[in-house]
């Protein structure tokens, strides 16, 4: 019973409990924890959940947990029989079909992402095979075209993991009001993310500054 509902009434505290998850997965406000128990007696409930802990498998305490309950009234009901792994799935249902949408959404992201760069670099190096020629028939080594485009790849990268860290930090935000223990403070999830930009970059990436090594600078410089 939360606290708003008791403020006429004089009670006495007789002890306090540790924090608890007490409303579902999502509602975690200052607001939820504010609670007050009760005796059962004093404020009813039309129904009472009772818990018990397991050392076996679980699914084999339902029917001696029905006739144990039985035995203390048999004119209770006793339904919704269920594990906590079974009211865990049931409750976060929504919370993970929401997390496969957004998981799905990030993976094409990433691989659009990946192709456009692909895409763009191998342009760009088409464009440029005259002036790669050259380079290399003036004696550049080419293991540093290579690095040429890839600098150019990974210049491109760092400014949209730039702007992507940022569009993240505004979305985990609001991300925070629809599921549970979200936070724009998770360093590791931030980090893993932007390792995984850089790396799909540089792969995408290396592709066309493998092909620019390998022109031909005879072929190049008669433009063919």
Do not use: C
């Amino acid at each position: 019973m939360t606290i708003s509902s008791l403020w006429r009434r004089a009670l006495t505290v007789i002890g306090v409990v540790p924090n608890l998850q007490y409303e579902e997965f999502g509602e975690d406000v200052l607001a939820d924890r504010l609670q007050v128990h009760v005796p059962y007696a004093r404020e009813p409930w039309r129904s009472v959940a009772v818990l018990a802990r397991a050392s076996v498998r679980p699914a084999a305490l339902a029917e001696p947990l029905r006739q144990a309950l039985r035995g203390v009234d048999a004119g209770v009901p006793v339904f919704e029989v269920r594990t906590m792994t079974q009211v865990r799935n049931d409750t976060t249902a929504g919370d993970r079909i929401l997390v496969l949408i957004f998981g799905s959404f990030g993976v094409q992201a990433l691989v659009m992402a990946a192709v456009g760069l692909y895409g763009l670099l191998a342009y760009g190096v088409a464009q440029r095979r005259r002036e790669i020629g050259v380079r290399l028939a003036l004696g550049a080594q080419r293991w540093t075209v290579v690095r040429m485009i890839l600098r150019e790849g990974a210049a491109m990268a760092l400014v949209g993991v730039v702007l992507g860290l940022g569009g993240a930090l505004a979305l985990t935000r609001v991300m925070e009001t629809l599921l549970y223990d979200v936070s724009t403070t998770d360093g590791w999830t931030f980090s893993g993310a932007v390792a995984l930009v850089t790396v799909v970059a540089l792969g995408a990436t290396y592709v066309p500054a493998r092909r620019a090594s390998r022109v031909d600078p005879k072929t190049a410089l008669a433009g063919d």
